[in-house]
């Protein structure tokens, strides 16, 4: 059996991650918000081009909320995905990395699945919710099962450049230190919102992160080096078990799309069956969201050539028309001055109550 997966893992207040790209609060609704919609929307795209395999959501959320009036639990079930309860049991110590708390949920995921689900060639795919299927999955999982269950790419960066804190020649060094030994290869950073492994393999990769997590608790507590997020920590998993990133991707791609900070967008990118797009939780993936989930079977009557115009036109890919482009900046420079009214207003208010003591 194949299954497809996302999961949302919620802050609670007082543990709130940072989240750039969506400006909000990560325990509060209004941010959650945000993934239900990317969710359902990711779900919806995959049901369209997966119809054979079993859908998993993961969350550590005891009951699934309201988004815009419309109960997204009565849409998941519509959807067919089963909704598996998943405490977040690996929280890293406040000042561990940055500000975002919630980078190892993924590895309560992986217990999950080594604790309940037991047929070992089962194969998991596991993305982020700010993905949508362009493409059925089919040849994806074919590729992992032809290569011992595993599959995974790469972020092709030079050795030097920092990721979360680390370059591939930190990797190298940590990798050395936890393992005892040299390295003759440098070491891959793999992507971190693509998983995809047999439940065999998963079994292995959790086993090792159960004897891992302590060392990097330590390691932190003593001002060490050590993997700071769910990438730095898959990607040793898979080189200790002797599992190498794939050379040429062919099947997904983080898809940067704003022309104002970074787009990376190609011609072949429509040849992908599985979009990434971290800046457009706010925008396109709303719009397409948007047009979607209000239709019969959600957009069931639209052709598959129907929706991936659709996709294309909401999400700048591979073209970005003018008015997308103007709304680009609108918005863009509209949010860029309510971050920076955030910032001045307490000072504002500062100066008004100094001046009005005096």
């Known amino acids: 059996m194949n299954y497809i997966c996302t999961w949302l893992c919620a802050d609670e207040k007082g543990e709130e991650s940072l989240f750039p790209q969506t400006g909000q609060l990560s325990s509060s609704k209004s941010h959650q918000d ?65 500000s975002f708390q919630n980078q190892f949920y993924e590895f309560s995921i992986l217990e999950e699945i080594s604790a309940t689900f037991r047929q070992p060639d089962d194969l998991y795919l596991i993305v982020d919710s700010d993905c949508v299927f362009l493409k059925p999955a089919a040849p994806l999982f074919s590729a992992a099962a032809a290569k011992n269950g595993f599959i995974s790419f790469r972020d092709d960066v030079k050795p030097g450049y920092v990721i979360n804190g680390l370059s591939r020649y930190d990797l190298k060094e940590l990798y050395e230190d936890i393992m ?45 080096k050590k993997f700071n997020e769910e990438a730095h920590t898959l990607s040793f998993l898979y080189f200790k078990n002797g599992f190498r990133a794939e050379q040429q991707n062919r099947f997904m791609k983080r898809i940067w799309t704003n022309p104002l900070f970074y787009r990376n967008v190609s011609p072949g990118d429509v040849s992908l069956a599985l979009w990434h797009l971290p800046s ?20 069931a009557a639209l052709t598959d050539e129907q ?18 482009r103007l709304k680009y900046y609108r918005l863009s420079y509209y949010r860029a001055l309510k971050k920076r009214v955030k910032r001045t207003r307490p000072a504002l208010q500062s100066v008004n109550i100094k001046t009005s003591a005096a």
């Not at 969201?289 to 019969?296: F, K, N, Q, R, V």
Request: hydrophobic share 35%; glycine share 10%; proline share 4%.
């Open 280 to 299: 457009e939780k706010t925008f396109g993936l709303r719009e397409l969201y948007d047009a979607l989930i209000g239709e019969p079977g959600f957009g």
């Open 34 to 98: 945000i993934y239900w919609r990317c969710l359902l929307l990711f779900y919806i795209s995959s049901k369209r081009f997966n119809k054979t395999e079993q859908h998993l959501l993961f969350t550590n959320l005891s009951s699934i909320p309201d988004v815009d009036g419309r109960d997204v639990g009565e849409m998941l079930s519509a959807l067919g995905v089963r909704v598996i309860h998943t405490d977040f049991k690996y929280k890293t110590p406040k000042g561990y990395y940055g």
């Open 307 to 324: 929706y991936v115009k659709l996709a294309q036109d909401t999400l700048g890919v591979p073209h970005l028309s003018f008015f997308r």
């Open 180 to 224: 005892g030994r040299q390295l003759s290869e440098m070491p891959d950073y793999h992507l971190g919102e693509f998983l995809l492994a047999s439940a065999g393999n998963i079994n292995k990769f959790f086993f090792d992160f159960r004897e891992l997590w302590p060392r990097l608790i330590e390691r932190h507590k003593r001002g060490q």
